[in-house]
């Protein structure tokens, strides 16, 4: 079984710019969560949704927001990119609103 | 509030020594607690949980935790380290009460010598 994925892998954006991160959660999870990890630190929870609707959110600028689609998957946006905003970003998936979490490989967002 | 504090930023090990990972939370409601492991350029993988089940909890490649409410910790085990053992590791708390958000500590990186 596929788990959680995460596109792209890699990239390397400009200040200024917008990004958007994909996530597809395991097959039949109805959650996805989204945590920016700094190098160096613990990861940081920016967002989760939940049958498509936010269920919560983390300390982070309006910069930042997601969406979740009906078939579960997610999109991480960032707008006018920050130096700061270079980190690992990580997509998590978990069976119900409340269930155990399990993360995806990773976009790793560099910014130039 | 809930928090997690991670005792010691490197740990270094011989291989076949014991290793003791360090993991104090901080939780105003009953928690659940969590230790994943982030190899290089990957994500996490949960290695094991504290659901209230057990205070002794085995996980995955040998390693287990004991939760003890009396000194608010959590700490990870492993009788043998091997080589392949050698990653991040992350102790994470999160609340029973239903709420969704893991707090991560910093994180231990595990060296293991030959």
């Known amino acids: 079984d596929a788990g959680v994925t995460q596109s792209p892998t890699h990239l390397i954006k400009t200040r200024g710019q917008h990004v958007t991160l994909r996530c597809s959660p395991i097959s039949g999870h109805k959650s996805v969560s989204w945590y920016q990890q700094v190098l160096g630190q613990g990861p940081q929870f920016i967002f989760q949704y939940y049958e498509k609707e936010e269920r919560g959110r983390g300390n982070f600028p309006d910069r930042f927001s997601a969406r979740q689609f009906p078939n579960y998957s997610s999109e991480l946006n960032v707008n006018a990119l920050l130096l700061g905003d270079s980190a690992l970003y990580l997509c998590?998936?978990?069976?119900?609103?409340?269930?155990?979490?399990?993360f995806g490989q990773g976009t790793r967002l560099t910014v130039v | 509030a809930q928090s997690v504090t991670q005792l010691g930023s490197h740990v270094s090990v011989s291989e076949g020594a014991l290793v003791l990972l360090r993991c104090n939370y901080s939780s105003s409601v009953p928690p659940y607690l969590f230790w994943y492991v982030q190899y290089p350029n990957q994500g996490l993988q949960l290695l094991l949980k504290?659901?209230?089940?057990?205070?002794l909890v085995k996980g995955i490649n040998g390693f287990e935790a004991e939760f003890k409410k009396s000194e608010t910790s959590f700490h990870l085990t492993k009788p043998s380290a091997h080589m392949s053992d050698a990653a991040e590791y992350f102790c994470?708390?999160?609340?029973?009460?239903?709420?969704?958000?893991?707090?991560f500590g910093s994180g231990t990186r595990l060296l293991v010598r030959p």
């Open positions: 994470a708390v999160r609340r029973m009460d239903s709420s969704y958000k893991l707090i």
């Open positions: 504290y659901t209230s089940a057990a205070t």
């Open positions: 998590a998936s978990s069976l119900e609103e409340v269930g155990w979490t399990f």
